[in-house]
């Protein structure tokens, strides 16, 4: 590999609420990045991403996300991530 | 209008049982996600950036009072209390719950309405002009063939998995308001040699990455065999379009690669076989149809208040001046509602205001609203005299917006805001544009100016049609907005140029300025409109204006 | 489909011991090229009688096409294991279809045998080698006895104990094993298949670049050898056909060359779906490509042309339509078209069709649809039951009169 891994987070949609997620080290589904398992190994990014496809009753299209660290946890790096993390920006506009 | 039939009635119900059954097989694993997706996406409901979002149909933009409360309903009770109204005339809900989604097709059936096809490779929701049954310019109401031709692809067995998606259009006037020249199939009702009804059949437009026009593949086509010839067109396309990459899939690619010639002689012989087979219960079905979209009746009544208040009320004059279009019976005008109040988001509208659209629908427009693709609602039949009570009832809900056709009525895609495909968001810029030209108090001066924004090159924003395109894309990471310039989407379609290099989000509204600023400089008159200047000048002064570093080194 | 035992008989029994005339091939046929080797073999009294093994997997497509280039009826010899994926037997179908091949002979471990030793399929967790000799091993060695030579995929860049492989090998002593393919690189493959547009087998898009039975064949992550997903985290990395000694089957064989028909287990057996449910096939005749001149059956694939067939429409009794996958619509138009030029016979669906689209298929025209035991066990006869009612609610009736 000649380019250096950067790290990476494995993020998906929650089934039933749409909700975006993150997986935690522990194997858990957060809605909070900074709870997310920052993840250094690209080996180990492949098979956390194969552990997440697993769960297809729980999530739905998971993918690595490239991420860094952050002093509360990891944080998104590009603005799309921001934007999945951050919610929409008229979030309030419209809401009667 | 258009009510249910028992058997459509009966169809959206089986409908929304089937799908409520196929999401909990998709629960339970019965059926994978990759199986779920097309299952759920032909009935609208998709997975975006932040949650799932359901599309529901407005077929040909017509919408009741009662309809209109329903999706308010909707929106409070599923949703978080706003929907969004797009450029293929369907409202979204941007954040219902898996599970709630059998619910809210169940609370659609019960007022005639549903999600079938609003999404998937399939035959998509038939669009039509906004102004159908009302406009001066009209020569037979669309509508009734756009009805005829939803129930014709409702679930049409041979064309459900189709190589992409396929969208048809319709307009019976000669003034193009239905964009039909990017649709795949594109009607237009004409009168033939001898005087009967019938089509002007265009096919192999569209928008996206590769923007083409549509092409005349039938000089007219009596109406008695749309429904025989529409379905030699897409029998054809199912077997002959490219499954092998769904960016050559459209039929326009098809045609493109076959070439016109080619497509028409298998269009016409299929349609040889197919047409035996229709043996006139869908012309008695056209004929019953019809007679339901029979003009409500319209009495004369004087117009005096009109005038009195158009003398009276610069706010009324205003936005009377912008917002109405001619009726095709004296007196009546055809009154359109902006949803782009500056700085708000294109195309959202909240329940309450849905309610008050209802209720002002009820009072002055015979219950009937319209959705038009330029994602504004619109009051097609109400007096003259009515019409400083209309605005007065609108300006209290904040929808007496005055900017129909101006620079804020902009077009926008829901961009990365919302949407899964986006590269770029759309929304804010869109906003900021709205809101300088307020401030700037010239809008009015500035005169029809169309600006459509889209997030993606998937063009949901339409910005190659757009006067002033704006194509938000990812620039190594960064928001980055192409401006193309020239296009139009009336019945003399064409596809804007690119000015250059794009701009960053930062810089892209001073990019729209300096383009703006440009035609108010060079226009021969306030009369000439910024296409008219764009036409007779051509790209050279924007592209200076836009680059001017660029262009002095090109001088040196 | 029974499979036809026809083996062809071009010529005698090679002359020689196997390791000696392995040797003089492959000094005869050292220059040439991956074709030249195949046809050469297939005509060559040296090497004699000969079939194609194919696992249908993530590569086999290239061969299978040389192979029909050459002779579409050359016997090729196909191991359904009863725990494939149904993408996999899905995709055989599709291809042999696609490339016109009219002798794949479909080869199953002998029902009483498995019943008897892997009841519950459960032998792989124990003694995975042991399942492969009574799943793979045992029914290929058993097929391969009237053959002198047999062809198959292999390749050196797959490395292990690939990398030293010839064109011609001695097999034991009892046959040669020719490997048209073995000097070719991942690069040749893949352009192969992108120069003849060859149709590519769904697992690879979804990160199996080798495929074997299911239980044991895992994705492969980025940077890992494209069989590091078979037997993961075992020491075992050949199932056992391709050792250098046939080990002499130990495991007692109750059928004789080939697995009839009516033996066929009936979890890997395909299901027919009709408006009653789920039922065996009943068609027990062979399914001819669709330029198959005599055959009252064939088999077409979505790119075909219907109007090809109008012809026969009047002899023909049953007409297969393949869905290589349930998005490719292109079938559900040859149907209506087939109806529509008068096709009154069987008009059968196959393939990777699901339950909500029974509907569509009866609709235009299909009498029933043929599916994959593993598909017909997630999807059983309750969701397909549910869509029986496919007259009611149909708008293109009330269009149509």
Known sequence: ?96 | MYGYSEFDTAFVRERAAQFRAQVERRISGALTEDEFRPLRLMNGLYLQLHAYMLRVAIPYGTLSSAQMRQLAHIAERWDRGYGHFTTRQNIQFNWPKLRDVPDIQDALADVGMHTIQTSGNTIRNVTADHFAGAAADEIADPRPYAELLRQWSTDHPEFQFLPRKFKIGVTGAPSDRAVIRSHDIGLQVVRGPDGGLGFRVLVGGGLGRTPMIAQEIRAFLPEADLLPYCEAIVSVYNQLGRRDNKFKARIKITVHEHGLEAIREKVEARFAQVRTEFGGADRALLAAIRAQFARPALPARPVAPFEAARRADPVFRAWADTNLAPHAVPGYAIATVSLKAHGATPGDAGAAQMRVLADVADAYSQSELRISHEQNVILPHVHRADLPALHAALKAAGLATANVGLISDIIACPGMDYCALATARSIPVAQAIATRFEELKLEHEIGPLKIKISGCINACGHHHVGHIGILGLDRAGVENYQITLGGDGSEDAVIGGRTGPGFAHDRILPAVEKVVRTYLGLRAGPEETFLQTFRRVGMAPFKAALYPAEDKARAA | MRPDPAVPARGAVPAGSTARRAAELNARYRHHGATAVLERAMGDAQVGRIALVSSFGAESVVLLHMLSVLDRAAPVLFIDTAMLFAETLDYQRAVAAWLGLTNVQVLRPDPAVLHARDPYGALRLTDPDACCALRKTAPLHAALRPYDAWITGRKRFQGGQRIALDFFEDEGGVRLKVNPLAHWTRADVRDYMVNNRLPRHPLVAQGYPSIGCKPCTGKVGAGEDARAGRWRGRAKVECGIHLARPAAPDIPQTGDDTMPETDLTPASAPVIVTDDGFAADDWTGPVGAPDAPDADAVALPPDADPEALRARLDTLRLIVVEFPGFADGRGFTIARRLRLMGYAGRLRARGHVIADQYTMARRVGFDEVEISAELAARQPAQDWRRRAGWQAHDYQSRLRA
């Open chain 1, 1 to 96: 590999m000649s380019r250096r891994f950067t790290p990476k987070v494995v993020t998906a949609n929650a089934l039933l609420e749409g909700d975006v997620v993150y997986l935690t080290a522990d194997d858990r589904w957060t809605r909070n990045h900074a709870e997310a398992e920052l993840i250094e190994d690209e080996a180990h990014a492949q098979i956390r991403l194969i552990d997440a496809d697993g769960r297809s009753a729980e999530v739905v299209g998971a993918y690595l996300a490239e991420a860094r660290p952050g002093p509360d946890g990891p944080r998104p790096v590009h603005f799309r991530e921001v934007a999945r993390t951050a919610g929409p920006s008229n979030h309030s506009a419209g809401r009667a």
